[in-house]
């Protein structure tokens, strides 16, 4: 993936501006890149959504997804729409911003049906698609088809065909592939995805196991963490940091080539990133000391989950986006 050209955040800055935070607790002596995307959950009707989608263009965000469920959590009961083709209308509102999915998994997708849709969203967005890829949670999306809800080590067996099986689809125009949990009987993909060597993925993974395949068969890691919210901020950024650094061995143990962006799903600690401009700036320099190359922040909802105010998302695109 193209590296975004912006000016580098200075995160000696933003540790004198934030004595006593997270970041303050390491002197940052080097200047760290850092890109900026934002998730845009399909809750709105198309013509809500559109204006959000041209607008997350027209701030300077290098990247914007949508959740890829069937229906999620709280917001299980109001409007929800499907991934695909929201962002099959947010690649046609847009022109240069990456788009992708904030995670697809194989709790309800079959990897070759799936595979079409992608080549053709590819297309239709003239290689802008990432495919943010996970094995999967235990709520409505795991049962919804019938189906008990597996234990951990066989969703990540399940996740390993999912993203194996998905990667040969998207790289060669005939695929013959027999699985525990996948089948393709000589699966036609005609033609192959506009970017190459195909559709760059970006795999969400906590443990060892999974951050191999995310080096295998990833351009990108991403991570919402493992601790409960509930247990408050600072041990969140706890555990991001001993994640992170979990990678980083894992990384220098599979000997990879090239290096791998790594994305933090920031509002995963409970405290959206657009409370303050402030915590925001707090974000930024946490992760960049973290190594991480891309933070995700969330479209301002008016309440619940993602609650926060349109004006500091405007007051931080002002300071980190222009």
């Known amino acids: 993936?193209?590296?975004?050209?912006?000016?580098?955040?200075?995160?000696?800055?933003?540790?004198?501006?934030?004595?006593?935070?997270?970041?303050?607790?390491?002197?940052?002596?080097?200047?760290?890149?850092?890109?900026?995307?934002?998730?845009?959950?399909?809750?709105?009707?198309?013509?809500?959504?559109?204006?959000?989608?041209?607008?997350?263009?027209?701030?300077?965000?290098?990247?914007?997804?949508?959740?890829?469920?069937?229906?999620?959590?709280t917001l299980a009961d109001g409007p929800w729409f499907s991934a695909i083709p929201t962002l099959t209308a947010a690649a046609l509102a847009t022109s240069t911003l990456r788009i992708g999915t904030l995670v697809a998994s194989p709790n309800y997708r079959h990897p070759v049906p799936f595979a079409k849709e992608l080549t053709t969203l590819d297309e239709i967005s003239g290689g802008r698609l990432n495919l943010g890829l996970g094995a999967g949670g235990i709520g409505f999306d795991a049962t919804v088809l019938g189906a008990d809800v597996l234990p951990p080590k066989e969703r990540a067996d399940?996740?390993?065909?999912?993203?194996?099986?998905?990667?040969?689809?998207?790289?060669?125009?005939?695929?013959?592939?027999?699985?525990?949990?996948?089948e393709a009987a000589d699966a036609r993909t005609v033609p192959l995805p506009v970017q190459a060597?195909?559709?760059?993925?970006?795999?969400?993974?906590?443990?060892?196991?999974?951050?191999?395949?995310?080096?295998r068969q990833g351009a990108g890691w991403v991570t919402t963490g493992t601790s409960d919210p509930a247990d408050g901020l600072e041990a969140?950024?706890?555990?991001?940091?001993?994640?992170?650094?979990?990678?980083?061995?894992?990384?220098?143990?599979?000997?990879?080539?090239?290096?791998?962006?790594?994305?933090l799903h920031v509002d995963a600690s409970g405290v959206p990133a657009l409370s303050s401009v402030e915590y925001f700036r707090e974000c930024v320099g946490h992760a960049s000391e973290l190594g991480f190359t891309d933070l995700i922040i969330h479209w301002p909802r008016r309440d619940g989950v993602y609650c926060a105010k349109q004006t500091v998302l405007e007051a931080v695109v002002a300071e980190f986006l222009r």
């Open 1 to 73: 993936m193209e590296r975004a050209r912006r000016a580098p955040v200075d995160c000696s800055r933003l540790e004198q501006r934030l004595p006593g935070s997270p970041c303050s607790r390491v002197i940052f002596t080097t200047l760290a890149r850092v890109r900026f995307g934002i998730a845009i959950l399909p809750e709105y009707p198309w013509s809500q959504a559109r204006p959000l989608w041209a607008r997350a263009e027209a701030y300077g965000f290098d990247h914007a997804w949508t959740y890829d469920h069937l229906s999620w959590r």
């Open 158 to 182: 399940r996740f390993t065909e999912f993203v194996d099986l998905l990667d040969e689809l998207l790289t060669a125009d005939h695929t013959t592939y027999a699985g525990r949990y996948f």
């Open 197 to 215: 060597p195909r559709i760059p993925f970006v795999v969400a993974a906590n443990g060892p196991r999974m951050m191999r395949l995310a080096l």
């Open 236 to 263: 969140w950024w706890t555990n991001i940091e001993s994640l992170a650094a979990r990678f980083t061995e894992v990384e220098q143990q599979e000997q990879r080539s090239e290096p791998i962006d790594r994305y």
